[in-house]
């Protein structure tokens, strides 16, 4: 048997004897048309009051609205979900800073006299359509052009970076744009974009800090080269005082947790710590957990877990800080995420960390792996698809255990839902004939 070349954990992505500029470029605008063609008009409260205090920004200048101006929360039983107070006593939208300073430039560029989750989604569209170009950018030079294009795909089209991340600003537009960018620019020793593209990860999640730190500081230790940690540590130290700035003005604090009631999450952390159901809730619910909607996690994983001495160092420490992260997610909050929105929501940094891992280890899958894996890889697309495309098919946060969100709506909708299956099924075929064209194997390849 032909034995697959180890690679240096600390070498340069090989390069190809000729640049590609033009497919990144065209892969962007396919993938931002499909997003942007697909964003939620009635997204989550949780996106859209982001998307008000946006608006308001842009339309104001002043970052306090008048809350009673948002229909929305008018007598809403949770009402206080998305409320915090200012130091001098006023309402304000309670969110991370990121996911609502983000959306700003596009609200003041098209100016809606109401508010809209148009350009909020708009703005995740692009955002999420530039992490998966990047995550393109990223691996295409450590494995073939097809293998490529394949897993960009997949994480496109097969996970909740279409379903949520890219359906509205959510924190994980953010978080997974930072995650990918720190891979990016580790993979080429650029620790100081490393240490920005964590501190973008902050601004939409505070506690990424942990895979920023996971990173930064097992890299230095594993190639004993000190500075790598301080380059990451300041130029991720910038962004989180910046942060601050943004909440003292918005909040009139520079606790940069300020946009969360920070005791409602840190009173959690002893109920939670041991709560065994709770961890389990992220692999085995029915409905957020992971191995119902990530099958490929399991036909593709032992081949990354065989070749984890083999992977670059990067790439098996983002793993272990997103790991880091979802364990204080769990312990902070709760595995089901909230409500309204399609497919697992607060395990989407655990997958993109794992993606370029199990992208750079698919050569090295069984006989049983590959035979499964085409079938697979399409049901994956196919689940995520229906929601992706069309709002309504959510499952409810009380019914998380035992719903299925596609499976519900197939067997209680099969008429909004078989349409769209049979769609999905349609575009993957015809994208599998295109790709085996002579046409596609010279672009690849040149």
Request: aromatic fraction near 10%; avoid cysteine.
């Amino acid at each position: 048997m032909t034995r697959v070349p180890v690679l240096d954990p600390g070498a340069p992505p090989r390069r190809r004897r000729r640049a590609r500029p033009l497919l990144p470029g065209a892969l962007f605008l396919v993938v931002s048309g499909i997003y942007i063609a697909t964003v939620s008009g009635d997204p989550s409260p949780d996106a859209f009051t982001a998307d008000f205090a946006a608006w308001h920004i842009a339309r104001t200048g002043d970052p306090v609205p008048q809350i009673s101006d948002f229909p929305l929360l008018d007598h809403n039983v949770i009402r206080e979900t998305w409320i915090v107070e200012t130091a001098d006593g006023r309402e304000a939208v309670g969110r991370a800073p990121g996911v609502i300073a983000v959306s700003v430039p596009a609200y003041w560029l098209v100016a809606p006299a109401t508010i809209s989750a148009i350009p909020g989604g708009v703005t995740a569209a692009l955002l999420s359509a530039l992490t998966v170009t990047l995550f393109f950018l990223l691996i295409r030079d450590r494995t073939a052009p097809r293998t490529a294009l394949v897993a960009t795909g997949l994480l496109a089209f097969g996970t909740p970076m279409w379903s949520v991340a890219a359906d509205a600003i959510w924190p994980h537009t953010l978080t997974t744009l930072g995650i990918v960018g720190m891979g990016w620019a580790a993979d080429r020793g650029r620790w100081w974009a490393v240490g920005l593209f964590g501190g973008v990860a902050l601004w939409g999640r505070l506690h990424a800090a942990l895979i920023v730190a996971v990173l930064g500081l097992a890299v230095a230790w594993s190639r004993r080269r000190p500075g790598i940690a301080v380059r990451v540590g300041l130029a991720g130290g910038a962004l989180l005082a910046s942060m601050s700035v943004w909440t003292l003005w918005m909040y009139g604090s520079l606790n940069p947790s300020s946009g969360y009631r920070a005791g409602d999450f840190a009173g959690q952390v002893t109920g939670h710590a041991f709560d065994v159901v709770n961890y389990l809730g992220f692999v085995l619910a029915a409905d957020r957990g992971l191995l119902w909607w990530a099958p490929l996690l399991v036909v593709v994983g032992p081949a990354a877990w065989r070749n984890r001495d083999e992977l670059p160092d990067w790439s098996r420490w983002l793993v272990v800080g997103a790991a880091s992260y979802l364990m204080s997610q769990a312990v902070l909050n709760r595995f089901s995420g909230g409500d309204q929105f399609y497919g697992y929501r607060t395990s989407l940094e655990l997958v993109v960390a794992l993606a370029p891992a199990l992208a750079l280890s698919a050569q090295r899958m069984g006989e049983r792996a590959r035979r499964w894996f085409p079938a697979v890889a399409v049901l994956q697309v196919v689940l995520i698809a229906p929601g992706a495309i069309r709002d309504g098919f959510h499952t409810k946060v009380a019914d998380v255990w035992w719903r299925h969100a596609f499976l519900d709506a197939l067997v209680r909708r099969p008429l909004d839902m078989l349409p769209l299956v049979a769609l999905t099924l349609v575009v993957i075929g015809l994208l599998v004939a295109l790709a085996r064209t002579d046409r596609v194997a010279r672009l690849l390849d040149g």
